[in-house]
């Protein structure tokens, strides 16, 4: 049974808006830690190693400068993204007309709407984490007790994060099944509705 046409096009406004909400909380968090990093770049001094850390401290460097440039990089691909999809979106959701959603691009383009949402708030908030950890050792190497506790804070939080993810995704599948399923019950009572009404007629 074909589904209500008002239906779909509800389906379809919801969609949109919530793409536009997840490229905007995209490109604010991909700004502010990308530029976080760029900063700890650029202002981090390091000293030459003593003696005694020349065995490791140069690897915790380097580490330390891939880890960087993989959030930055992570965070610019999203952010690149946001800027492109988004004002497409929003000129849409600012049309005051039902059948304008048929022009937005954010059904065609909802494997990037996702990819750019997960590598802000995922993968980029997990690598700047990873930052954190490294930039202990970095700069308290003289003082191993703050580095170390600093890990052993940082460690458990990353955990908890990727248990968040995995299990925030998990009910939000869940939720989206339930809604669909909800919106098929209601486009077969609306279909059942208009054929009794014309078989009345």
């Known amino acids: 049974m074909a589904a209500n046409p008002h239906s779909k096009q509800a389906l379809s406004w919801r969609r949109l808006y919530l793409s536009r909400a997840k490229l905007k909380a995209s490109q604010r968090t991909s700004a502010l830690l990308a530029g976080f990093a760029m900063v700890a770049m650029v202002e981090l001094q390091i000293e030459p190693p003593s003696p005694d850390l020349e065995d490791w401290y140069p690897f915790v460097v380097s580490?330390?400068?891939?880890?960087?440039?993989?959030?930055?990089?992570?965070?610019?691909?999203?952010?690149?993204?946001?800027?492109?999809?988004?004002?497409?979106?929003?000129?849409?959701?600012?049309?005051?007309?039902?059948?304008?959603?048929?022009?937005?691009?954010?059904?065609?383009?909802?494997?990037?709407?996702?990819?750019?949402?997960?590598?802000?708030?995922?993968?980029?908030?997990?690598?700047?984490?990873?930052?954190?950890?490294?930039?202990?050792?970095?700069?308290?190497?003289?003082?191993?007790?703050?580095?170390?506790?600093?890990?052993?804070?940082?460690?458990?939080?990353?955990?908890?994060?990727?248990?968040?993810?995995v299990r925030f995704y998990r009910i939000l599948i869940s939720h989206k099944m339930i809604n669909l399923e909800e919106l098929e019950n209601m486009a077969t009572q609306l279909n059942g509705s208009e054929r009794s009404r014309l078989h009345d007629v």
């Open 63 to 165: 580490c330390f400068a891939v880890c960087s440039t993989l959030l930055v990089l992570v965070h610019l691909f999203a952010l690149l993204i946001s800027v492109c999809i988004l004002p497409n979106i929003e000129a849409v959701s600012n049309v005051h007309n039902i059948n304008a959603v048929n022009e937005s691009p954010h059904d065609s383009l909802s494997w990037y709407i996702e990819m750019a949402w997960v590598c802000s708030t995922v993968f980029g908030i997990a690598l700047f984490v990873v930052e954190i950890v490294i930039l202990a050792w970095v700069k308290l190497h003289a003082y191993p007790t703050a580095a170390i506790i600093s890990t052993a804070i940082s460690v458990p939080a990353l955990l908890l994060l990727c248990l968040f993810a």
